[in-house]
């Protein structure tokens, strides 16, 4: 029989990460998924396809020998890291975030050197020293080899962290400039941060165009209590979080008493927007509850700093909305929201769009519309609130997937175009929607490696058959899926066209439940009764503006009959 640990190792989610459209995810075994958009490559499956659903990414003819440990999503590109400390990179490269020249593709599918639809290997780590190298160390002991054990990636830039604590950075990095003091530079080989040499980065978070990261305060880690809190790049709307709109071409410290070292608050997690930035802190003293604060600063537009207003800040301050007696285990932010979720299964979201991250024309209507200014309780499902035993929680621009029981399930919410949410379907949802993970192949590989340990050949060639109808049948479920799709819209658009609000699940009419017909007629007057008088008046004014502009279109249209009657009689008299 099959190793049952194997099995659940293959499907266990352990960590993932969302992109501007795309999600990643990786499993136990090592391996990872993509779904999402596909343009650009950055889905690493070999074409620009869409996928609606967790497709493998291969990583070449190596792939049996790649254990992936590690990943990361900037906006249009990929990492993943090796457990040999090998880093894999895949999608957008025009600021060079692949950090791979053109020649370097190696015979990789590109365009231009461009991007890159497959994963490449990243040869230029090989190349480099670590910044603690010295000179001082004897030839023979032989110099500590580089390897890097973290990776980070967000809009157009990429870092990684090597086994000395050294933070390396590629792609469209914040630098010193002799002109300007501050400038954005495309950079396709990684290269150290000096500013930390002697001490060790542990954590790190990027935005569009700026950096926060936790480094020690002395040379070695011994745990989130000895962490300062850095921050440098662009900080036109206080991102950096330094009292100031000053860019930062080099690290500076957040200075306040709440982050420093004799603060009672210790940092453990940190997360970048586009323009904001959050920090998760606890207590340091030894408590019988840990509690958690989530403090944030930066753009404040939209809500995305969940302080009740849309005025930015230029320094940390506490989400006052969030419950006090909460330990939060993970948070993330997308380009205008933020999401976290505590270790009992609570998800709060707020920012643009109730939270979701969508855009003001993408808005679902309704009195619930506009922005999030304070925390919303994310719900699971209508009977069940919390998310069960939940690990790690990722935002995309505009879609939040949370992972939860323990990592094999997985649940999205927000854009779903391009399959983004990863339910098959290319449809925004508003409230928490299931990904389909384990994907249905999976069923199929334990069932043909069990038959291949029992050397039945006979079994093998059912194997085949099988594999044969299931490839049909996904076939055929992608198409009906697509159908679907276009179904929903269309329902959509005729229930806010009828009704005045989008459609839901529990706006099945009553009249369809048992049939496949149903009296719309019925249906109009049963909601009529049941509106109360704002609804009611709301609807009149939805039919008042359309009935004006029926009325406009056909006083135009009879103008211009008017006065093609008058041309022709024109004409005749003439």
């Not at 769009?353 to 619930?368: A, I, M, Q, R, V």
């Not at 048992?514 to 009764?529: A, F, H, Q, R």
């Not at 056909?554 to 093609?564: A, D, Q, S, T, Y």
Request: charged content about 20%; some cysteine.
């Amino acid at each position: 029989m099959v190793d049952n640990t194997a099995r659940k190792c293959s499907i266990k989610v352990v960590a993932v990460a969302a992109g501007e459209a795309h999600t990643l995810l990786l499993t136990g075994d090592g391996h990872v998924y993509s779904w999402g958009r596909g343009i650009l490559g950055r889905l690493g499956g070999g074409s620009e396809h869409d996928q609606h659903f967790p497709v493998q990414v291969n990583f070449g003819s190596e792939e049996d020998s790649v254990r992936i440990v590690g990943i990361a999503a900037g906006a249009y590109h990929s990492l993943a890291l090796a457990d040999d400390g090998s880093v894999w990179c895949w999608g957008y490269n025009i600021y060079g975030q692949l950090g791979i020249n053109g020649e370097d593709f190696h015979g990789r599918k590109y365009s231009d050197g461009d991007y890159s639809v497959v994963p490449c290997l990243l040869n230029k780590f090989l190349e480099l020293h670590p910044p603690d190298s010295s000179s001082t160390v004897p030839e023979a002991e032989g110099k500590t080899s580089l390897k890097i054990i973290a990776v980070k990636a967000g809009g157009m830039m990429s870092l990684g962290i090597d086994n000395l604590g050294a933070l390396w950075m590629w792609g469209n990095c914040p630098q010193q400039s002799k002109e300007l003091g501050f400038s954005l530079i495309s950079n396709f080989t990684p290269t150290p941060v000096w500013d930390f040499h002697g001490h060790t980065v542990v954590q790190v978070a990027c935005g569009n165009e700026h950096v926060v990261a936790l480094v020690t305060g002395g040379e070695s880690y011994k745990g989130v209590d000895d962490l300062v809190c850095y921050s440098w790049g662009n900080n036109s709307h206080g991102q950096l979080g330094l009292g100031d709109t000053k860019n930062r071409p080099r690290p500076e410290v957040v200075k306040m008493k709440t982050f420093d070292l004799e603060s009672p608050c210790a940092i453990y997690e940190v997360a970048c927007g586009a323009f904001h930035t959050a920090l998760l802190t606890r207590n340091k003293r030894p408590s019988d509850t840990l509690q958690s604060t989530c403090w944030t600063f930066g753009l404040g537009d939209n809500g995305q700093l969940g302080h009740g207003t849309t005025q930015s800040t230029l320094l940390p301050e506490p989400v006052k909305e969030l419950p006090q007696n909460v330990y939060l285990v993970s948070i993330d932010c997308g380009l205008f929201h933020t999401c976290v979720v505590s270790s009992e299964g609570d998800v709060w979201s707020w920012g643009m769009e109730k939270g979701l991250g969508l855009c003001p024309d993408d808005s679902y209507g309704g009195t619930d519309s506009g922005d999030a200014l304070s925390p919303l309780l994310v719900s699971c499902n209508p009977h069940q609130p919390k998310f069960p035993e939940p690990v790690q929680v990722a935002c995309g621009a505009a879609h939040t997937v949370i992972v939860a029981q323990e990592g094999y399930k997985l649940w999205s919410w927000g854009r779903g175009r391009s399959g983004v949410l990863g339910n098959g379907k290319t449809m925004d949802n508003y409230t928490p929607t299931t990904v389909l993970w384990p994907p249905l192949v999976e069923d199929f590989k334990q069932e043909e490696l069990h038959s291949s340990n029992k050397h039945n050949k006979n079994e093998a060639k059912d194997v085949i058959e099988t594999n044969e109808r299931l490839s049909s049948a996904l076939k055929e479920l992608k198409l009906l899926q697509t159908k679907l799709s276009v179904m929903e819209k269309y329902a959509s658009i005729l229930h806010g066209s009828i009704f005045g609000e989008p459609f839901g699940e529990q706006d099945i009419h009553a009249s369809l439940e048992n049939s496949s017909v149903s009296d719309i007629t019925k249906e109009w007057e049963n909601m009529l009764e049941a509106a109360d008088r704002t609804k009611l008046i709301k609807l009149e004014m939805l039919y008042q503006n359309m009935l004006t502009g029926v009325k406009d279109k056909l006083m135009k249209r009879r103008i211009k009959e008017i006065i093609n009657e008058c041309l022709q009689s024109s004409r005749v008299e003439n």
